[in-house]
């Protein structure tokens, strides 16, 4: 079982920024993918971000890429997203997920862990 626990989540302003961050308690975390997905009221879950296992390749929801940028620290066992520019349509519950493979995926179906999320607030 890999505990995952997320933080940074808050209520700002449009324009505004915010760090997330998702300590892990997984062994293998140095060797798996790593997600930031998130939901919004009414809505279904959503991918936001990936990163590789060695903290290669990132991939960006086409909504948040150029604002929104996923990194790691292996010797942490951490995961981290930040987001610029923030928008009213970011509010959400954002989750960080742990990843079967060792590469970059946006299917939720590759993650076999889930944090249990950390609310994102972003007024106009």
């Known amino acids: 079982q890999v505990l995952l626990v997320e933080s940074g989540g808050g209520s700002v302003q449009a324009g505004d920024s915010l760090r997330l961050s998702c300590a892990t308690s997984?062994?293998?975390?140095?060797?798996?993918?790593m997600g930031w997905f998130r939901q919004a009221p009414g809505k279904e879950r959503e991918f936001v971000a990936t990163?590789?296992?060695?903290?290669?390749?990132?991939y960006y929801a086409d909504s948040v890429r150029g604002r929104f940028t996923i990194s790691r620290d292996n010797a942490k066992k951490t995961v981290y997203l930040q987001m610029n520019s923030l928008k009213p349509e970011d509010t959400a519950v954002y989750y960080c997920?742990?990843?079967?493979?060792?590469?970059?995926?946006?299917?939720?179906?590759?993650?076999?862990?889930w944090g249990q999320g950390t609310q994102v607030t972003v007024s106009s």
């Open positions: 997984g062994r293998t975390f140095s060797s798996r993918a």
């Open positions: 990163i590789s296992a060695g903290a290669g390749p990132q």
């Open positions: 997920a742990f990843g079967r493979y060792t590469l970059v995926t946006g299917r939720p179906s590759d993650y076999d862990y």
